[in-house]
T-cell receptor
Framework: DAGVTQSPTHLIKTRGQQVTLRCSPI?????VSWYQQVLGQGPQFIFQ???????GRGNFPDRFSARQFPNYSSELNVNALLLGDSALYLC???????????FGQGTRLTVV | AQSVTQLGSHVSVSEGALVLLRCNYS??????LFWYVQYPNQGLQLLLK??????LVKGINGFEAEFKKSETSFHLTKPSAHMSDAAEYFC???????????FGAGTQVVVTP
C-alpha cells in the first residue's frame, strides 16, 4: 500500500511569493495534519483536518491556510513568503484524530 | 498542556554499545507516547508507541522503551548500536483528543565504528 505522499519534494520560492504544498493520505485515513520542521528543531504543529473540518490550528500567522478535499487529500498554502518560512513541511495521516500518525517524506521549501 | 523534553541534543555511541535516549513528559499520565526516527532528508518513521497496555514497549529495529510513571519518563534504548541507527530521534505526545502532537527537540545519534 502507498504511504503518505507529498508533492513537490523540493521547492525554491522568492520572498513575497505564494506556495501550495500537497498531501495524499494513506487510503482509508480521514485525518491529515501538517507540521513545519525548521532545521535543527522538532516538528511544530500547523493544522489538523478530519473529515474536511479543521480540528486544530497551531501558533502560525494567517498567511498559513489549509484545506482538505472530499477524497481526504490536503493542501497547505503559505502567502507572502518570508525567509523564515524555509523549512521541511511534513504531512501526516491517521485513521482518526487520536491514533498513530504516519508521516510523508516532506516538502523541503527554501525561500530566497 | 502536555509536553515532552528530550535530554541531550547529540549522543555519540560506539557500534555495539548501548543506545539510551531520554524523554520526560510534563504532567499527567498521557494516553499515548511515541518515539519517531528521522533519517537524513526523510520524513518521520514510527519506532514504537506507548498505549498504557504495557509499560515496556518493543518497537522496530530492536528498539524498546519503558514507561515509568514515578519518573515521568519514556526513555528509548537499544542494547547494541548499529551504524544504520545514525539518525535523529524524536519523542512525541498528543496534546488534544484529535492527536495534535507535541514533539521534543530531538536527539541526534552518531554511531562510531
Amino acid at each position: 500500500d502507498a504511504g503518505v505522499t507529498q508533492s513537490p519534494t523540493h521547492l525554491i520560492k522568492t520572498r513575497g511569493q505564494q506556495v501550495t504544498l500537497r498531501c495524499s493520505p494513506i487510503s482509508g485515513h480521514k485525518s491529515v495534519s501538517w507540521y513545519q520542521q525548521v532545521l535543527g528543531q522538532g516538528p511544530q504543529f500547523i493544522f489538523q483536518y478530519y473529515e474536511k473540518e479543521e480540528r486544530g490550528r497551531g501558533n502560525f500567522p494567517d498567511r498559513f491556510s489549509a484545506r482538505q478535499f472530499p477524497n481526504y487529500s490536503s493542501e497547505l498554502n503559505v502567502n507572502a513568503l518570508l525567509l523564515g518560512d524555509s523549512a521541511l513541511y511534513l504531512c501526516a495521516s491517521s485513521l482518526a484524530g487520536n491514533t498513530e500518525a504516519f508521516f510523508g517524506q516532506g516538502t523541503r521549501l527554501t525561500v530566497v | 498542556a502536555q509536553s515532552v523534553t528530550q535530554l541531550g541534543s547529540h549522543v555519540s555511541v560506539s557500534e555495539g554499545a548501548l543506545v539510551l535516549l531520554r524523554c520526560n513528559y510534563s504532567s499527567s499520565v498521557p494516553p499515548y507516547l511515541f518515539w519517531y526516527v528521522q533519517y537524513p532528508n526523510q520524513g518521520l518513521q514510527l519506532l514504537l508507541k506507548y498505549t498504557s497496555a504495557a509499560t515496556l514497549v518493543k518497537g522496530i529495529n530492536g528498539f524498546e522503551a519503558e514507561f515509568k510513571k514515578s519518573e515521568t519518563s519514556f526513555h528509548l534504548t537499544k542494547p547494541s548500536a548499529h551504524m544504520s541507527d545514525a539518525a535523529e530521534y524524536f519523542c512525541a505526545v498528543p496534546t488534544d483528543s484529535w492527536g495534535k502532537l507535541q514533539f521534543g527537540a530531538g536527539t541526534q545519534v552518531v554511531v562510531t565504528p
